[in-house]
């Protein structure tokens, strides 16, 4: 294949994109969207237009020349601004990375502009070059082809996809028009004719004839092909979360970056998996039964979009910009290039064979024939003149083989189409020779267009994600803590969150820190936000919440005094201009869930009121996953009461018939326990209990037995004299299961229901299990009992008085002394 000169022409025009995206990038007017991409198409246009009065005569023989010297123009400001990214250059682009198409500053797209500055720009000045000579370059615009489409077919739907998708600007809506003229450049492309070869038409064969193991060239492509679609198959299945053992490795310890959230390795493995797999099945057959006419110009194409694809995926997975846990491992690098570079180096090799090695690929060959010669010099006697002027391969005698023969012509030239050749084993057609060309091109052009839909809506959820674009930043990468962190009410947790920030011209005070709770899948509260020395707390979080500080790159929240309203995920979120990572920690509280209904009976709140109830009795609605480890630790209740998130569950440890356990005819279906699920019901009109959730007592909970028993309004009284409050449900239980409180004679409560706790079962405290027992709710002006009283931390103590109570250890008031023993309830 002939390289054509470089076009001096183009590469003048094309070097002005330096200092006029320096001009636009200090007019501040540009900073709008919609203003970048005007003034692009602004310029674009003009460019066209002096392409076109300068170089009249070049577009008139070739359209493809106008195209060639905007691309040239725009491969340039593509290497400005992967030059920029990376602190090579300042002040060029700032304006359209920032407003036009900001996805081009991660990572991939750093990589593609690289490869569009450097490879691109030198196809395009020579494929100008040769246009401008007059000299093909078909297989130059081939190659070019490939890795224009593969670019395109996995950066445009990555924008969409990726975690970057809240940032599409007008800008995109330009790209996918874009595409478009590769697609009319490549058919135009396909219909030129193929260069002449050397080759004769015994050579081709001679060489078709053999077998594989008779072209070891060919042997070894088939190897490499081979492996490389074993390889193209693994990649596949690992991003679809293959769940074998050899998948999980390879992700975690190998390619980490297949799992980063831009969606451009994903979409690359995909495209391998759907795209490149089948060629290289065919490619592999092309090799081993020859005579494929399709097969030299779809490899060029192919090596095209492979070598693109290979440069961006490899050089995106060790960038900076590419958080830290998502890069090649230092120690793996070796074995990461290394089966990269040989993925990319069979479908050139496969080109190199079909384009400059022996025939046998090069498709169907005539007749064996005496020989060959090709008419330099004749004389025409005879026939029109149109056809006398085309030169053709003649059949000639032996007697006229002594080179520069002077060959006198008394007809005109036909040159007649060879019939296809048979394979090698003398059997049927080895291959269609039909080329696979335009048509195949135009099918291309429409799959894009249905791969890159129009992206409405593409803010996801109530939480849009702002990335900060000022100035240079590294890349930032979020730890948190797996699994989940646990306390307890009134304790204080730190929420484990640690960043990496590769930028050392740079200090953390650009970092950007927040900490926010996720409410519900589509809904977040403010926790926590700091930028540099800035720190704020929101809400309930207020004087409560800070960061822990511990040195550089901590992002941990410090949170005291943890309240039953603290439960749930927390989302730490770390921005520093573009690049940002989140991570989530899951915040556990020991302690009990409890069912409850209020004194009008069962099945009477709504979930408004169940979350009040709850409150009131300190406590929580419990979430699904607390229901379902006291589930495992024995509650067993009939009566279906309020979650958290709005479902109606309740827990069957012993399975009957009341509770949906066996079947009819008492035995034989759903005998197994369980959590019953009634899903998610109307929250304001229909009604059930309530599972509530508390958590540890900051302080103690006692009894005190009267020398005769009281009602309720008398109980208050006597704890109120002794420093306290008649204890609510939730306290009661938390002192049962956190506190080991064993009492086995009930006492009122606050809500006027009458209960007692038992740690040790015994047979006349209420049967074999331990729990809290219940009396219901008793005339609280006629019956009569003891009470279970709450003081709180900090609470003084009582002057002695003659009460006539007894205290939880037997001891009492006697003479003014009190036995101090009884004040000694077990802490948490």
């Not at 809500?751 to 006349?764: H, K």
Request: glycine share 10%; charged share 15%.
């Amino acid at each position: 294949m002939d390289i054509p000169p470089l076009a001096g022409k183009t590469t003048a025009m094309s070097l002005g994109a330096l200092p006029l995206s320096y001009v636009l990038n200090q007019v501040s007017a540009f900073s709008q969207p919609l203003c970048a991409v005007l003034m692009s198409t602004l310029i674009l246009g003009l460019l066209f237009m002096a392409v076109y009065s300068l170089s009249h005569g070049e577009i008139t023989y070739d359209p493809l020349y106008a195209v060639f010297v905007l691309f040239s123009f725009t491969s340039v400001v593509d290497l400005v601004i992967a030059l920029q990214e990376d602190g090579y250059m300042v002040g060029f682009m700032d304006f359209y990375t920032k407003e036009g198409e900001p996805y081009l500053r991660t990572a991939h797209g750093i990589f593609i502009c690289y490869w569009d500055g450097t490879v691109h720009y030198l196809l395009y000045l020579a494929m100008a070059g040769a246009i401008r000579k007059r000299k093909r370059y078909r297989n130059l615009g081939l190659y070019w082809l490939g890795s224009f489409a593969m670019s395109l077919l996995v950066f445009l739907p990555g924008n969409i996809l990726g975690k970057y998708s809240s940032e599409i600007r007008p800008a995109f809506f330009l790209a996918i028009l874009y595409m478009l003229v590769p697609c009319w450049a490549g058919v135009k492309i396909f219909s030129q004719s193929h260069a002449p070869t050397s080759y004769t038409p015994n050579m081709v064969q001679e060489e078709q004839k053999k077998g594989i193991l008779q072209r070891p060239a060919d042997l070894v492509i088939v190897m490499c092909l081979v492996l490389a679609a074993f390889f193209t198959l693994f990649r596949g299945l690992v991003v679809l979360d293959c769940p074998t053992d050899a998948c999980f490795i390879y992700i975690y310890q190998y390619e980490p970056y297949l799992r980063d959230p831009v969606a451009y390795p994903k979409l690359q493995m995909l495209v391998y998996l759907f795209y490149a797999l089948p060629f290289y099945c065919l490619a592999v057959y092309a090799l081993i039964f020859p005579g494929c006419s399709w097969l030299p110009d779809w490899a060029l194409v192919f090596a095209g979009a492979i070598g693109q694809a290979q440069f961006s995926h490899m050089g995106a997975s060790m960038h900076l910009r590419t958080p830290f846990t998502y890069r090649v491992p230092e120690d793996t690098w070796t074995t990461f290039f290394l089966s990269n570079m040989l993925f990319a180096l069979g479908p050139h090799l496969l080109a190199f064979r079909c384009l400059w090695q022996t025939p046998g690929a090069h498709g169907p060959a005539g007749p064996a024939v005496q020989n060959v010669v090709r008419v330099r010099s004749w004389k025409r006697t005879g026939g029109s003149a149109g056809a006398a002027s085309r030169m053709a391969p003649l059949t000639l005698p032996s007697l006229l083989q002594s080179p520069g023969a002077l060959i006198t012509l008394r007809a005109p030239l036909r040159a007649v189409a060879p019939p296809p050749v048979r394979s090698g084993s003398g059997g049927g057609d080895a291959c269609a020779p039909t080329a696979l060309g335009p048509h195949a091109l135009w099918a291309v052009a429409w799959v894009l267009l249905l791969l890159v839909p129009v992206p409405v809506g593409a803010q996801r959820g109530r939480k849009k994600v702002v990335h900060v674009l000022e100035g240079e930043s590294g890349s930032v990468v979020v730890q948190t803590a797996p699994g989940q962190v646990v306390s307890h009410r009134g304790g204080t947790i730190v929420l484990p969150c640690r960043y990496h920030y590769e930028a050392a011209a740079h200090d953390h005070d650009g970092v950007r820190l927040k900490w926010t709770k996720v409410v519900d899948p589509l809904a977040f509260t403010d926790v926590f936000v700091a930028l540099g020395t800035q720190h704020r707390a929101f809400g309930p979080y207020r004087g409560r919440a800070e960061l822990q500080n511990d040195g550089p790159g901590d992002a941990s929240l410090v949170l005291r005094n943890v309240t039953l309203q603290d439960y749930g995920r927390y989302e730490c979120e770390v921005t520093n201009e573009l690049e940002d990572d989140a991570g989530v920690v899951k915040l556990d509280l020991e302690g009990v869930v409890f069912p409850y209904h209020p004194r009008g009976g069962r099945y009477k709140m709504t979930f408004v009121e169940a979350q009040r109830a709850c409150a009131e009795q300190d406590g929580i609605l419990a979430s699904a996953e607390q229901l379902h480890e006291a589930w495992r630790d024995g509650l067993d209740w009939c009566n279906a009461g309020w979650l958290r998130d709005g479902s109606v569950q309740y827990p069957v440890s012993q399975a009957r018939e009341p509770c949906g356990g066996a079947g009819s005819n008492g035995a034989g279906e759903g005998t197994n326990g369980g959590v019953r699920n009634y899903g998610y019901r109307h929250n304001a009109e229909e009604r059930y209990d309530a599972f509530c959730f508390t958590s540890n007592l900051p302080g103690r909970v006692f009894f005190l037995k009267p020398l005769r028993p009281v009602a309720l309004a008398g109980a208050a009284r006597a704890c109120a004299a002794r420093g306290a409050t008649v204890a609510k449900v939730g306290q009661l239980f938390a002192a049962w299961k956190l506190q080991l409180l064993d009492r086995c004679t009930a006492g009122w409560l606050a809500d006027g229901s009458a209960r007692y706790p038992i740690v040790n079962p015994r047979t006349r405290c209420g049967g074999p299990r331990p729990g809290v027992r219940s009396l219901g709710f008793p005339d609280a002006s006629r019956r009569l009992f003891g009470v279970y009283c709450y003081r709180a931390p900090g609470a003084p103590d009582p002057a002695p008085g003659g009460w006539g109570w007894g205290w939880e250890g037997g001891g009492g008031w006697a003479g003014g002394s009190r036995d101090p023993a009884a004040w000694t309830p077990l802490r948490v």
